[in-house]
């Protein structure tokens, strides 16, 4: 099981006394701020006079290795309907592979078009890491789906996700990009609010579940609200989002602040009651599966292979995390509960 | 048209005294307790150890024949990713074929992947129909769609209904699987309820529809709900589900528990007051059509070809209930009704 | 850009003293009260025995010409599994085509099936423009996507919107029909409303928008209610379903009523809100610009490459409108907010 509960981007240039204040600020971060994916974007999140600055900034940040302590994928420069930018795009990957493709995991190709310039960016990708002289096939690659062709499309792109798929499986996960999506589709935030394109969600996460690869949710942009005179944080929207991703088999959400950070990499951990209730289910389960029945009946609900495995996925993803990050299980859990889920026997025997 | 407005599924064997008891009592089942569909479990429904007990159950209570109303649907074990379960479902097929194949019209076949997999499945229906000497084509295939991979090939699967697909068009239903699918996408149910999925099954409808075999909803497993030291059967949100089913069109929905049936064979009826409106519309529309328009307005609503079909569904579908089952009809509708309803002219004249 | 707010359908004959009636009264329509394109009906809203009369009206309505300030679209007969109308169909085209094919922009053709079908009626186009001696390749198609197989073809029928498919890339509108969709699929308006098949008008709106034709939602025809005695025009339902199109990137909407048609021109157009707020984010974002940063702050929102395609979406539209109907956007937006619209920089500039 990957984690991938937070893609945090940090523009990799910004025009302050130092330019790469977000980038230090995301790769210094600790506990529930740290994102399980840091994104230096030098894309949308870099202005165009300084993306050479931001390129720099990333090599010198990275080079010789950082502490960080997840996942490094910087998002390059690219357009399915752009070949220009698509050769800036290629000369950033090469660069960045060069210099310290030991330090990153991947790169994220935006605005992607329909399956054959997902396998252009993945033939980039093969190219550079050869170039750079890194192991076959250990750079991957996310796109961006936010273009109405990749849409249209998205069923085949997933597919690239697979082992005997063009370029070898690098397709690693599939991002959704809602603004370029709604001007694309040419919606309209008539209330204020973009739609939320349930159906692309859905397709979402099952395409990427069918291949294996991470789904991710789109950035939510109303970082502040104002009340009465005063800014605040727009805490309770963002968990909103969160919450629906989760739901529908998200594997993560898009960060664009450390606070959304915190909040995503807890959201996408089980709360403290579905642990409770699931941990539970098992353990009462086992005790009656001994007793050798097929549909047992827990709190009035039939238990069988399927309901069990969902009560598993729950106990099986706050094991991934207390492996990695022992601090935020911690912080979340009674330290009895955690105990529980790990001594439980999760397998269904047939 | 064909009727399956409850697919009940009732495990073969339980670790009861009479282990075929639930079995029996749906075999035994009348009136809105007794469900279109009925389907002995011999998958998730009945426990690891007692498999060949439920085989033998069914096989003995089906010798000879049956009084029951509806069609007979053995469920049988498999897996896409599980060929030893693969195994397992081909010999229980042919060993029910072989035993029983004339009181059953087809076999459920769950957890299919993509196409590919429904065609195995086809197979072995081929495979055992011949071999037990049933007339070629006579056994019918349903599969439960709940998985990834499934859900990414539902437009391929459901073409094979077609007469000229694969097989022949034996596919003749596509049932939903909500707690499998939940658990392979890594769904939530964060606020204690599964995602609806509401994009799948307008998919689902549809690819149905296109292709003329039957679509039913998944299973509700909160059968009980307790309030203030009560516990209830939970009536209200199992209709609920049900009506949102039949909204969209599917045809028929999963029942676990003969209440259930109950709730789910009333709600695929039209109720008297939708049989009403639309024999009062097609009658008034008649009338107007005598006078040579082609939109008529009918209570402020235009009313041409399409509309009109809508009602005439209405129509259809009591006439085929009261065919196969003149005591549900007498007990919703008053007897002046239904006589309206079969006299009725339905047919829209170009 | 293409305008398309609204496609009304007119009856090309009724059984009134003056049979084309809705034919004249929508052709002589002024202002918001004329539909962009105007649809005289010969299937549907044309009794099946003034089939002839409709035609006849219809070409001697256009004969010589017409003020008519939008496009002019006949709906012909037609149906994907009923040879019979296809030919009567095919005889509709060419006799229009041949009389008055100058005054028209394409034909709209219902109850289209797979994408075979709807070749076949590019073929049915292509022939009857050479027939008639008009320019190759200047007569349009569009299609009323009303049937489950259209649906499930959906994404191969769009593409044939593109210059290389089949015939050259003649689609250029998919409308939505839910009257006949619903019956086909079997849904039911359990409680007085059919279901809005919400994943179906995103995937109408992503289809459209991938291969560039226009997306227009479906009839709305509950014209009128009744409130204690007093029967009104239904304005507040038809607005609803209207605003949920345009949000999801709907190019227009259906209207079978001058106020419906009315109505689907404003709420296709940004409200003055909308204008305003937009123009003054490019206005600011402008400004911001020249200091060079990528990723802008205003109003607490981020703003960058995406967001900003959204903001000039509705500065462009404007735009069009403006130019065609100058009487339209002065009697909605304030002159001087249209004067910053035609002035406004909305170049993005990398």
Do not use: C
């Not at 070898?168 to 209330?191: C, K």
């Not at 990499?265 to 001994?290: C, G």
């Amino acid at each position: 099981m990957r984690i991938a509960r937070t893609f945090q981007t940090a523009p990799a240039a910004v025009p302050k006394e130092n330019t790469a204040k977000y980038l230090d600020s995301a790769l210094a971060s600790e506990g529930f701020s740290a994102p399980d994916w840091l994104v230096p974007d030098l894309e949308d999140g870099t202005a165009p006079d300084m993306k050479a600055e931001g390129l720099e900034n990333t090599i010198d940040r990275l080079d010789g290795g950082v502490e960080f302590s997840g996942e490094i994928w910087p998002r390059v420069q690219w357009a399915y309907d752009d070949a220009g930018l698509r050769d800036r795009g290629e000369e950033e990957v090469r660069t960045l592979f060069e210099a310290v493709g030991d330090e990153l995991t991947g790169v994220v190709v935006p605005k992607v078009g329909r399956v054959a310039d997902v396998e252009r960016a993945i033939d980039v990708v093969e190219r550079a890491e050869e170039a750079a002289g890194l192991p076959g096939g250990s750079m991957e690659l996310s796109v961006i789906v936010e273009t109405a062709a990749a849409r249209s499309d998205l069923r085949d792109i997933a597919m690239l996700g697979n082992e005997d798929a063009h370029g070898g499986g690098r397709l690693a996960g599939l991002v959704f990009g809602p603004v370029d999506y709604t001007a694309e589709l040419g919606g309209r935030a008539i209330d204020g609010d973009r739609p939320r394109w349930d159906g692309l969600l859905e397709a979402l996460s099952n395409e990427a579940s069918a291949n294996d690869v991470v789904a991710i949710g789109g950035p939510f942009d109303k970082l502040f609200e104002e009340r009465a005179g005063v800014t605040y944080y727009n805490a309770p929207a963002y968990a909103d989002q969160v919450e629906r991703e989760a739901a529908v088999g998200l594997d993560g959400s898009w960060s664009l602040y450390p606070k959304q950070t915190v909040q995503a990499n807890r959201i996408h951990m089980p709360t403290p009651t579905e642990l409770e209730r699931d941990v539970s289910k098992i353990e009462r389960f086992n005790d009656a599966k001994a007793e050798g029945t097929g549909a047992v009946t827990v709190d009035g609900q039939m238990v069988d292979e399927a309901t069990f495995k969902n009560f598993a996925n729950t106990v099986e993803t706050v094991r991934t995390i207390h492996a990695r990050h022992p601090d935020q299980t911690r912080d979340v859990y009674d330290e009895a509960l955690v105990d529980r889920a790990l001594d439980l026997d999760t397998d269904w025997q047939r």
